[in-house]
Structure formats: C-alpha cells, structure tokens
C-alpha cells in the first residue's frame, strides 16, 4: 500500500481548524446536510415492522459485499449489513461462532492478500519517518489473547421505535449487532513504542482499507476513527485471529483493531494506516456521527461516543409462540462496557413481578454472562418478557433511553413480546 496522507489528512485538519473555532461546516459539507444523507441512505433500513425487523431483509442474497454465507435462520440482512439471530446463539458457549457474529460494513468486504498486508505507522507524533509493519513482523511482537466483545452503537436501535415511539435514523438492528470472540494478536502499545511514539502525541487514527464512503455525491475518505492516546495504549489489540483461526475478510481480515468496551466504530476493520498526532483529529466519525444530537441531549450534541452501555437479550424469537402449562428454560445474555455484569432479573409478567436469573459465567469486563431462568405460563395470551442486569458499578437497565436523533446506546429494558398458547 502506498500513503498518501493528502486529500484525507487535509480533510481531516480543516475539520480540526473549523471545529476548533466552532463553526458548522467542514470540506464544504454542512453538518445538518450530511445528517440528511445519511438518513436518506438508512431509510429504508431504520424502518421497522411490528417486531422491529427492517422492511425488505429477508433474503440473504439481496447483501452484496459479504464474503461468508449468511442463511435465514443464522442473520437479518439490513442494508450492507447483518444482524445475528439472537435465538441463535442459544447452545452456542461464551464465544459467538464465526458462521454467527454480526456484519458491520459501511461499504462491502475488501479481499486482502494476507503476505501483501502492510500497517503504515506515521504522523508528527512520532519521532521519525513512518514505520511499516508486515503481517509477519505484527506477529514477531509479543501476542495477546482476550475475550472481548464488539458492538455496533446502534445496537437496539429499533426499539427507539417500537418501543418508545420516537423516530430515529440508521440501521434497525434489534440486539443482534455484537458479538464475542477470543481475538490474538498485537498490542498498538508495543506498535506505536516500535514506531517512535512521542510523548507529546495526543490521538491515534487507525484508517481501514475498505472503500470510501460515499453518500449521495458526499465522499468522506476511508472509514476511520481518532482514539486518544491513553486508550490507544490501554488493551487495544491489533487482531489477526478470531476464535483460534485467522482473521476471515468479513471481521477485518488480516488484521483488525479491537478497542475493549468502546463502541463497535472504535475497532475499525482492514486496518492498513495508523496516524499518530500530536493534536487533536475530527474526521466525519466522531463529529458528525457517533456523537448523541437530539431534544435530551446537549445543544452542541454530546461529546464523542465511547464506552458501550448496558443491555440484555433472549435466545428467543421476537413473537415466539410458547405451549402452556410446559416448563422451558429461558436463556440469555447480558453485557456491559462499564463493567462485569454480575445479577441478572427476569419478568415473564410484562414486568409486574422479577425473579433473579443464574448466571452460567463468571462475570469479566469485555465479555459477556449467559443466564437462564425457569417458566412454567399459566395462561394463554400475549406478554412480554423482560430481562434486566445490573453491573459492578451498580447501574440497572433503565425502563427508557433518553432519545438521540441517530438512535445510538439503546439501553432500555427490552419487551420481549412472546404468545402463550
């Protein structure tokens, strides 16, 4: 790959210089028109029928862009992406399978030639010229293991809609948009010291070598994504394995960043560049996007979205229909970016009662607990199941998600409609 740190890296700076001084727009592109393309673009997807399923994605077929299979039963095509199935994931062990983790692409799946993969490491926050690394020399330096999840902001995002009534724009995922996996490779820590980090370097901005992003005309460069130097250098891992086996080309292939906790823009796929600055970077991903805007939130909009919030699923279908009288055990799974989820309550009431789940794993950040509960339903008809957790800072699933216009960090309990029959 060559670098040339031109057209983008300009892009980027003038956003720095006219956020700085706190002016709307950037490289000739409104903040509220760029808004308005992608809700164009994602309006079809942030449509959701009564079960918050986005309208037209039923065939597998109809996503291009995607390398590995994605039948009916395993995903939900939503737009370039797809969504896991949670029911299943039911069976399947702490580790989401590779056949099951979720697609989260901005453009399609780029195929990279693993012995012709380089990272460039360059930028003003170095000492020197840039350094580049060969998939190779990554796995010279000392390898890490660590069970981490990854998560797509919009994470839930349906149920803005279905749930709450409120209107919102993007992808209609349910909970599906996250998966578990054992990622191996390097720290950027040991990458970035290889490189000659200065200690005045402020942020770090791993670029991907999917295509650019272009939105009605709007180019926004490559999918990328400025972290600070302290969490550049705190457990974030450049990954060339996934569940014991090399990187596939849907996950980020050959190597991906994986940042513990924060949300899924964070890890960006494909890496092929790394920036190291010794000021602040803006690209449209922590400006424009990934931040909340809205009625609840600041009137600047919040600042740029990081740690993952709290949320729990059932391994159940959306409207299943249950036998009456017939004991099941109701299975699911909890996670949070703040830290380890440890109780977990369950509702097959619509709420008006809890009783407390067993939770199957011993909780750890980054990952996620299975839990199970008992029910036996005593009367036909329509509820709702509920499931909320609580994690070691004390916080608990709130019974609403103050409303952002993107719909990010859903984190409400779910109504997880059920019929008994």
Not at 56 to 69: D, N, R, T, Y
Not at 141 to 164: D, H, K, M, W
Not at 327 to 342: E, N
Request: net charge positive; hydrophobic share 40%.
């Amino acid at each position: 790959m060559s670098l040339d740190p031109s057209d983008e890296s300009r892009y980027d700076r003038t956003r720095l210089r006219q956020w700085a001084r706190g002016r709307a727009r950037s490289a000739g592109v409104d903040r509220r028109d760029l808004l308005r393309l992608f809700a164009a673009g994602a309006a079809g997807a942030a449509v959701a029928g009564p079960l918050g399923v986005g309208v037209g994605a039923a065939s597998a077929a109809a996503l291009p862009g995607v390398v590995k299979p994605l039948p009916p039963e395993l995903f939900t095509v939503r737009g370039t992406n797809a969504e896991t199935n949670f029911a299943a994931l039911r069976g399947t062990g702490p580790l989401t399978p590779v056949d099951r983790f979720f697609v989260r692409n901005h453009t399609s799946t780029p195929r990279l030639v693993a012995a012709d993969w380089k990272l460039t490491v360059w930028g003003d926050g170095l000492r020197g010229d840039p350094v580049d690394f060969s998939l190779a020399r990554l796995r010279e330096l000392p390898a890490v293991e660590r069970t981490l999840f990854i998560e797509c902001a919009g994470n839930g995002r349906s149920f803005y809609t279905t749930q709450q009534g409120q209107q919102v724009t993007g992808t209609a995922w349910t909970l599906g948009a996250i998966g578990v996996a054992r990622w191996r490779g390097a720290r950027l820590s040991d990458v970035l010291r290889r490189a000659g980090l200065r200690r005045d370097a402020v942020d770090v901005l791993p670029r991907g070598l999917d295509d650019e992003v272009v939105t009605n005309g709007v180019n926004l460069g490559r999918v990328r994504r400025p972290l600070p130097v302290s969490k550049a250098l705190d457990g974030v891992i450049l990954a060339y394995e996934m569940n014991g086996e090399p990187l596939p080309p849907n996950h980020g292939g050959p190597v991906r960043v994986v940042v513990p906790d924060w949300v899924g823009i964070s890890s960006i796929k494909w890496v092929g560049d790394i920036e190291v600055s010794a000021s602040a970077l803006y690209t449209p991903w922590n400006t424009d996007l990934y931040r909340l805007f809205g009625p609840d939130q600041p009137p600047q909009g919040s600042a740029p979205l990081t740690r993952q919030t709290l949320k729990s699923a059932f391994e159940l279908e959306l409207g299943a229909r249950v036998p009456v009288h017939r004991t099941r055990l109701l299975t699911g799974r909890s996670w949070s970016g703040a830290a380890p989820v440890h109780r977990v309550e369950v509702s097959t009431d619509g709420g008006r009662r809890w009783q407390r789940a067993r939770l199957h794993d011993t909780p750890r950040r980054g990952g996620w607990v299975r839990w199970s509960a008992p029910w036996t339903p005593r009367e036909t008809g329509a509820t709702a199941l509920l499931a909320r957790a609580t994690d070691a800072t004390g916080r608990t699933q709130p019974e609403t998600t103050p409303l952002n216009t993107q719909g990010y960090l859903f984190d409400a309990v779910v109504r997880h409609p059920v019929t008994v029959v």
